[in-house]
């Protein structure tokens, strides 16, 4: 724990980063505007039943022309960071080639409005829209597009290094890979548990190749990666409850993290399911290049008890029904959760440094008569975690920061507009922002009056 002469009153440290996350194409909308070409999630949205309601991101909260709001809200908020990600679609339309300069333009006075603001830019390079073109040649499953990562990675690190300081190389590459590819609840839709391990490896080697050609580069700052770990509690104090719990959390957490830190695949998880990664020579040491830090998404833990290992369990465990309150997507109300999986990180793995880098709640958020969203239901899911995180810096972990999830209500995924994150409400009609009460709840533990 840090000296006590550093920390502020709510028990966190006086340097300790507080900021808000989004995505490219939850927000940005203007999909078609100064050469951006088309990412697997235009596609997807226009297939019939992927997302309901037949939604798409052709809008969004219309952040490509409406970024000036969006800043002076995140200064209203007091935040010190900003964590946003670039679409590689508007910085090469086929995913290779010659950069767009209307794209790098557009996320230089992104970025330098920021930094006017007293906001730091964390720029994400692949928040899941990766170019059509690329997924027609085979996308994440072919080890070219770890290749084509790495270019467009470099191109950005030269463009807007002497700007951004934090880059965070992929967010969550299990979605990435297994809702993209096994489960097809997530673009491109498709349904090979095979593929998906083979996108594992390579989102994993366009991770290792980024961070190789960010330390190229010569740009100043920090390189990570981003995953939603999941390390689900046992059921029971029974032996195996307890190894089905370790069982379950490999695919979102060791599959990733062992071979980040040097340890390869985890073997006895791939025997489970019968599949082996396209390794080639290099491969795992590049993937184990060093990085500054491990950004953590949470929302929920599960519960987990032991089960016959068969076709539909193969890891041997089943999830059982909680207690937990749960928000509009389903999902437990768990803020210790969230200290469980910050310390299990920071005990299993030699990470230099951790941020919570998405964590939020989706409500109904009915406006009043008055208009405003009194969401107190987001308020106490952001007090508990918090909370945890206080906690774990209290227990040693090395946690830098904190990022809410999210800014504004956006195009959520296969939910389309109909599960909402924001800290800010934003009409489907105008586009107009208004903050809910959420948002002043969160400006109070920016200043250290929150908890």
Same mark, same amino acid.
């Given at each position: 724990?840090?000296?006590?002469?550093?920390?502020?009153?709510?028990?966190?440290?006086?340097?300790?980063? $507080?900021?808000?996350?989004?995505?490219?194409?939850?927000?940005?909308?203007?999909?078609?505007?100064?050469?951006?070409?088309? /990412?697997?999630?235009?596609?997807?949205?226009?297939?019939?039943?992927?997302?309901?309601?037949?939604?798409?991101?052709?809008?969004?909260?219309?952040?490509?022309?409406?970024?000036? #709001?969006?800043?002076?809200?995140?200064?209203?908020?007091?935040?010190?960071?900003?964590?946003?990600?670039?679409?590689?679609?508007?910085?090469?339309?086929?995913?290779? &080639?010659?950069?767009?300069?209307?794209?790098?333009?557009?996320?230089?006075? +992104?970025?330098?409005?920021?930094?006017?603001?007293?906001?730091? !830019?964390?720029?994400?390079?692949?928040?899941?829209?990766?170019?059509?073109?690329?997924?027609?040649?085979?996308? $994440?499953? #072919?080890?070219?597009?770890? +290749?084509?990562?790495?270019?467009?990675?470099?191109?950005?690190?030269?463009?807007?290094?002497?700007?951004?300081?934090?880059?965070?190389?992929?967010?969550?590459? $299990?979605?990435?890979?297994?809702?993209?590819?096994?489960?097809?609840?997530?673009?491109?839709?498709?349904?090979?548990?095979?593929?998906?391990?083979?996108?594992?490896?390579?989102?994993?080697?366009?991770?290792?190749?980024? @961070?190789?050609?960010?330390?190229?580069?010569?740009?100043?700052?920090?390189? %990570?990666?981003?995953?939603? !770990? #999941?390390?689900?509690?046992?059921?029971?104090?029974?032996?195996?409850?307890?190894?089905?719990?370790?069982?379950?959390?490999?695919?979102?957490?060791?599959?990733?993290?062992?071979?980040?830190?040097?340890?390869?695949?985890?073997?006895?998880?791939?025997?489970?399911? %019968? =599949? /082996?990664?396209? =390794?080639?020579?290099?491969?795992?040491?590049?993937?184990?290049?060093?990085?500054?830090?491990? &950004?953590?998404?949470?929302?929920?833990?599960?519960? @987990?008890?032991?089960?016959?290992? %068969?076709?539909?369990?193969?890891?041997?465990?089943?999830? @059982?029904?909680?207690?937990? !309150?749960?928000?509009?997507?389903?999902?437990?109300?768990?803020?210790?959760?969230?200290?469980?999986?910050?310390?299990?990180?920071?005990? /299993?793995? !030699?990470?230099?440094?951790?941020? *919570?880098?998405?964590?939020?709640?989706?409500?109904?958020?009915?406006?009043?008569?008055?208009?405003?969203?009194?969401?107190?239901?987001?308020?106490?899911?952001?007090?508990?975690?918090?909370?945890?995180?206080?906690?774990?810096?209290?227990?040693?972990?090395?946690?830098?920061?904190?990022?809410?999830?999210?800014?504004?209500?956006?195009?959520?995924?296969?939910?389309?507009?109909?599960?909402?994150?924001?800290? *800010?409400? *934003?009409?489907?009609?105008?586009? #107009?922002?208004?903050?809910?009460?959420?948002?002043?709840?969160?400006?109070?533990?920016?200043?250290?009056?929150?908890?």
């Amino acid at each position: 724990m840090r000296h006590t002469s550093e920390m502020r009153g709510d028990g966190f440290p006086a340097d300790f980063l $507080w900021g808000c996350s989004t995505a490219s194409y939850q927000i940005e909308g203007s999909t078609k505007a100064d050469g951006r070409g088309p /990412s697997i999630w235009d596609e997807f949205c226009r297939e019939p039943g992927r997302v309901l309601g037949g939604q798409n991101g052709d809008l969004a909260c219309d952040s490509y022309r409406r970024w000036p #709001e969006d800043i002076a809200l995140l200064r209203a908020l007091g935040v010190g960071a900003y964590r946003f990600s670039i679409a590689w679609p508007r910085i090469q339309p086929e995913g290779a &080639g010659k950069p767009l300069q209307a794209g790098i333009d557009w996320y230089a006075r +992104l970025a330098d409005a920021l930094l006017a603001a007293g906001i730091e !830019p964390w720029a994400t390079l692949y928040h899941w829209d990766l170019p059509l073109a690329l997924e027609r040649k085979g996308g $994440w499953p #072919e080890r070219d597009t770890a +290749l084509r990562f790495a270019e467009y990675a470099d191109i950005m690190f030269r463009a807007l290094g002497g700007r951004v300081k934090r880059w965070v190389t992929l967010n969550e590459p $299990w979605c990435s890979a297994f809702l993209g590819y096994a489960t097809g609840e997530h673009a491109p839709g498709r349904r090979d548990e095979g593929a998906a391990y083979r996108a594992a490896h390579h989102l994993l080697l366009g991770h290792g190749l980024a @961070v190789a050609a960010f330390r190229a580069s010569g740009a100043q700052g920090e390189i %990570g990666i981003v995953i939603n !770990p #999941e390390t689900p509690r046992p059921a029971t104090l029974r032996d195996e409850d307890i190894a089905a719990a370790e069982r379950a959390s490999v695919q979102r957490t060791g599959l990733w993290l062992d071979p980040i830190h040097g340890r390869g695949y985890p073997d006895e998880h791939l025997c489970l399911h %019968g =599949v /082996s990664m396209p =390794v080639l020579a290099g491969d795992l040491a590049a993937i184990a290049l060093p990085i500054d830090f491990v &950004g953590i998404n949470y929302y929920n833990e599960d519960a @987990v008890e032991a089960a016959p290992i %068969g076709p539909a369990t193969r890891e041997g465990h089943v999830r @059982v029904p909680t207690w937990q !309150p749960k928000t509009e997507m389903g999902w437990d109300v768990e803020p210790r959760g969230l200290f469980r999986v910050l310390s299990r990180i920071a005990t /299993s793995w !030699p990470v230099r440094a951790l941020y *919570v880098t998405e964590n939020g709640a989706a409500y109904r958020d009915e406006p009043d008569a008055s208009g405003a969203v009194r969401d107190f239901d987001r308020i106490a899911y952001y007090r508990g975690h918090i909370a945890a995180c206080r906690d774990a810096l209290a227990h040693s972990v090395p946690l830098r920061g904190y990022f809410a999830w999210t800014l504004m209500d956006n195009f959520e995924w296969a939910w389309g507009y109909s599960r909402k994150f924001g800290l *800010v409400r *934003v009409d489907e009609r105008t586009g #107009e922002r208004k903050p809910k009460a959420s948002f002043y709840y969160y400006r109070d533990v920016v200043a250290g009056q929150g908890l």
